[in-house]
């Protein structure tokens, strides 16, 4: 019968990613949130549905992993079984592509964000230098922009200096 699906994928991940980054609970956590966000998409769900199931989670008390692992086995075989589809035939399908596609997908894994807060707090910062930079040169309205002018002029020109030091 072959080794359980569970040994299979460690045995790809450790083969693929190294032990390290294999037994990386955080890492491997941020992967299962990516791959359960691109599920929902698939589906169809918006950002704003997901963000709000993603508010109303971490509004809560946080549970036991193994109780919260079994019940997203359980979501996620409802959810196949609602799309007339097998868990473990779609598992296995994709273990085979991941084989097959074993450098295409170490090359992606290096290039992905590592959500740590050390690789894409400076994208994060200069989308949210953008809009600021935005909202300072629409303000303040006409009517009330003679006192402002000067401030709001020199406030965009420091937030594009230190912008320049912000890598992207």
């Not at 193994?66 to 799309?83: D, R």
């Not at 690789?119 to 040169?137: C, F, H, K, M």
Request: glycine share 8%.
């Amino acid at each position: 019968m072959g080794l359980p699906f569970q040994h299979k994928v460690i045995r790809w991940c450790k083969t693929a990613f190294g032990e390290k980054d294999a037994a990386d609970k955080r890492m491997r956590a941020l992967r299962f949130i990516e791959e359960a966000l691109e599920l929902g998409q698939a589906t169809g769900l918006t950002r704003a549905e997901a963000q709000r199931v993603l508010d109303y989670v971490y509004d809560r008390p946080i549970g036991e992993i193994p109780q919260e692992i079994g019940g997203t086995m359980v979501a996620l075989a409802s959810l196949v079984g609602a799309y007339g589809l097998g868990m473990y035939t779609c598992g296995e399908n994709e273990l085979i592509r991941c084989w097959q596609k074993i450098e295409v997908i170490r090359q992606r894994h290096a290039a992905k964000p590592k959500f740590d807060g050390t690789d894409t707090d400076n994208t994060l910062a200069s989308e949210r230098v953008d809009r600021i930079i935005q909202t300072v040169q629409s303000w303040p309205p006409e009517s009330v922009r003679s006192p402002y002018q000067q401030w709001a002029e020199l406030l965009v020109k420091e937030i594009i200096r230190l912008r320049s030091g912000v890598r992207v």
